[in-house]
């Protein structure tokens, strides 16, 4: 079972260049997440989609936009990618309203 | 608006020790609280999660200590062990909800 499958697993990028992050789950969950990890700032929600079709707005949304492509795809796009966007990324799924949320092992992006 | 607050930011224990990280809450409608466990290029697990129906929960050498009037719930490893190295988070949802708040995360080395 491959879980949580995030690509790609490093990327370094220049600033205003754009790039999709792609996230896929066999879970069969209807839940997915992406979160960006920062040094003493913890995991930050930056958008969900509690169902395919749906996606919400998280705590940090701002520069970023997603697409639930199908139940299990939920992929990351950055427009105009900024250095304040270096972190670590990742993505997460959960069966409907049932945790936990199981993660993949997230995608390092590093912006010049 | 952090609504999850963590303790320490990171943590040194010699090898047997018990390791104890905190965290506190501020949302009384939280009702679920996990533990989440990351090693270096991996994405988080959970480790263990507590309901606020019970004041302590062990699982092994992990036990969660819940205090819900000082809004409180801290995580002990006992019989600390060097593979238990590693970067703890706490979290707290609410019923029903598709979110969960993330501590600061704890960075825990156990010496040999």
């Not at chain 1, 220049?14 to 839940?31: E, F, I, P, R, V």
């Not at chain 1, 960006?36 to 970023?64: F, H, W």
């Amino acid at each position: 079972n491959a879980g949580v499958t995030q690509t790609p697993k490093f990327q370094v990028l220049k600033t205003g260049q754009s790039m999709t992050l792609q996230c896929a789950q066999d879970m069969n969950h209807n839940s997915m997440y992406w979160y960006r990890q920062d040094p003493g700032m913890g995991l930050r929600l930056i958008y969900y989609s509690a169902s395919e079709g749906t996606t919400d707005k998280g705590e940090v949304p701002n520069g970023y936009n997603v697409s639930r492509l199908n139940k299990r795809e939920f992929s990351l796009r950055l427009e105009s990618a900024a250095p304040s966007q270096t972190s670590v990324y990742f993505c997460a799924s959960m069966s409907h309203l049932e945790q936990p949320q199981h993660f993949g092992d997230g995608t390092r992006l590093s912006i010049l | 608006q952090q609504q999850v607050k963590q303790s320490p930011q990171s943590l040194i224990v010699q090898k047997g020790g018990i390791s104890i990280i905190n965290c506190a809450y501020e949302n009384t409608a939280f009702d679920y609280f996990p533990w989440y466990q990351q090693f270096p290029g991996k994405g988080p697990a959970l480790l263990i999660a507590i309901r606020p129906d019970v004041s302590e929960k062990k699982e092994g050498r992990f036990t969660i200590s819940f205090n819900k009037s000082a809004k409180q719930f801290s995580l002990h490893i006992m019989d600390s062990q060097p593979g238990d190295s590693a970067t703890y988070f706490c979290a707290a949802s609410k019923h029903g909800a598709q979110k969960l708040v993330f501590g600061q995360g704890t960075r825990l080395t156990i010496n040999p």
